[in-house]
Nanobody, 128 residues
Framework: QVQLVESGGGLVQAGGSLRLSCAASGRTFNSYAMGWFRQAPGKERDFVATVSWSGSNTYAADSVKGRFTISRDNAKNTVYLQMNSLKPEDTATYYC?????????????????????WGQGTQVTVSS
């Protein structure tokens, strides 16, 4: 089992920044690729970004590329999502997720149903 706890959400004005954290406990954190997803009310859960075990491989959705950065600190069992230049359309509940990976360079999946473990989510609200 892997337990995931997100933090760092809140209310911010458009153009502002937030950094989300996801603390992991349980099984070996650095055997898992990590992803961030988001879900707005009445919408599906969408891919935001992923990072491999090693932290060397990252991918981001086109909608956040250049604004959001995913990273991880395996010594702290934590994955981060730095969000800059926030827009009202970024408003959502943000979830981190863990997917077991066969190699340190495996960077997870775009599809939420392929992840093994999920956190409870943290709300991000961007005002215009």
């Amino acid at each position: 089992q892997v337990q995931l706890v997100e933090s760092g959400g809140g209310l911010v004005q458009a153009g502002g920044s937030l950094r989300l954290s996801c603390a992991a406990s349980g099984r070996t954190f650095n055997s898992y690729a990590m992803g961030w997803f988001r879900q707005a009310p009445g919408k599906e859960r969408d891919f935001v970004a992923t990072v491999s075990w090693s932290g060397s491989n990252t991918y981001a959705a086109d909608s956040v590329k250049g604004r959001f950065t995913i990273s991880r600190d395996n010594a702290k069992n934590t994955v981060y999502l730095q969000m800059n230049s926030l827009k009202p359309e970024d408003t959502a509940t943000y979830y981190c997720a863990a997917k077991w990976g066969p190699s340190p360079y495996y960077s997870g999946s775009y599809y939420p149903n392929e992840y093994d473990y999920w956190g409870q989510g943290t709300q991000v609200t961007v005002s215009s």
